[in-house]
């Protein structure tokens, strides 16, 4: 019995990508179908990175197609391809970086830096290359969130190469400081120290490049935000009122500078016991939701005040990596996929498909 291609194509037409809701066919994730006798093939290609998720995609789209009329085997192969996408107006991109994500927030206390780190790790964990840049020049926190130690060396005394730890490159002022040296500087030296760190590390093939922001949105940020190649920011709050306040003033000062809002994580939503488990909203309860409901963004996910999440990190061992199968782990890639589903159903970087023109005397 030959297989209809027609009945194919239809069974493929009715799948839905279960992390974003949309039609395979809508985001062309199949490739290369063929029909060889009883036998179907095909590549499935995801634009953002789910190492986690290839099993049960890969059972979706076969159990589709061996209902279909004589289907007798089938073969997919699921992966993920991450291209760069478009920046803010007049800044170009950075070489071997495909897309940088700022984590900020409006205020200190929250958690960013936690968050950042928990982020990047959990891109890297669904498998993507990942960077991070510790951008807070006065408290890098960096190098002890990833049990980094040692400086970064140069290969031609103008460049520097990144450190590793998890996986994952990482730059970090802290990493060129004693560690209880003040940086007692100025804004300008800030920003141009900032600026040799992102531009004069020699990055690998990054996917994504996660910038831990310095709080708030003073003149740092605002440069930063403007000579920095941003695909998009992530803003990280607490569901408390003050918090939310200044979370607000973070998210504007993005929207000016044109940088899109990829969305909104609540940090500290619930509070979890340590000795019995309970859990309850101590700082207020949908704060977050409320935001994003204000200025139509979306809500990335929730995460608890937990003891063991700080504990990690201060050991330089994070959540993700230190307890993989845990609850909050789930969580922080859970929030990564929809942070990189984000970027990937955003406008394309097509600069490099532009030709260079050169004038020249003749």
Not at 165 to 187: C, K, T
Not at 204 to 233: C, E, F, H, N
């Amino acid at each position: 019995m030959s297989i209809d291609r027609a009945a194919i194509d239809t069974a493929l037409a009715t799948l839905t990508d279960p992390n974003t809701d949309r039609k395979f066919v809508e985001s062309k994730s199949f490739r290369n179908i063929a029909v060889d006798g009883a036998k179907v093939s095909l590549n499935v290609v995801l634009g953002y990175p789910a190492k986690t998720q290839f099993d049960s995609i890969r059972s979706l789209v076969t159990n589709a197609l061996r209902a279909v009329p004589g289907v007798a085997d089938v073969a997919v192969n699921v992966s993920s391809d991450v291209v760069a996408h478009a920046v803010q107006r007049g800044v170009k991109l950075l070489p071997n970086v495909k897309n940088i994500i700022a984590v900020a927030s409006g205020k200190g206390g929250v958690g960013k830096s936690t968050t950042a780190v928990n982020l990047a790790l959990a891109l890297a964990a669904e498998g993507a290359s990942v960077g991070m840049l510790d951008a807070d020049i006065y408290g890098p926190s960096l190098p002890m969130m990833l049990g980094i130690s040692g400086r970064p060396e140069s290969p031609d005394n103008q460049s520097m190469n990144p450190l590793e730890g998890h996986g994952i490159q990482a730059n970090s002022i802290g990493f060129l400081i004693e560690q209880d040296n003040p940086m007692v500087w100025r804004g300008p030296m800030v920003t141009s120290a900032l600026e040799q760190l992102l531009r004069q590390t020699n990055w690998r093939d990054l996917d994504y490049l996660v910038v831990d922001m310095p709080p708030g949105t003073g003149d740092i940020q605002l440069t930063l935000s403007q000579k920095v190649p941003v695909t998009g920011a992530v803003i990280v709050t607490t569901p408390q009122d003050i918090a939310l306040l200044d979370a607000k003033k973070g998210l504007k000062m993005f929207e000016k500078v044109g940088i899109p809002i990829l969305g909104i994580v609540e940090n500290m939503s619930t509070h979890i016991c340590s000795n019995c488990g309970h859990e309850e909203h101590i700082f207020g309860a949908g704060g977050g939701e409320r935001m994003a409901k204000e200025y139509g963004v979306a809500v990335l996910g929730s995460l608890p005040l937990d003891i063991a999440i700080r504990e990690k990190t201060d050991a330089g061992q994070p959540t993700v990596v230190s307890e993989p199968d845990s609850k909050i782990a789930e969580s922080y890639r859970a929030i990564a996929r929809r942070v990189a589903i984000s970027i990937a159903e955003r406008q394309r970087d097509m600069t490099s498909k532009f030709p260079s023109i050169v004038v020249q005397n003749t």
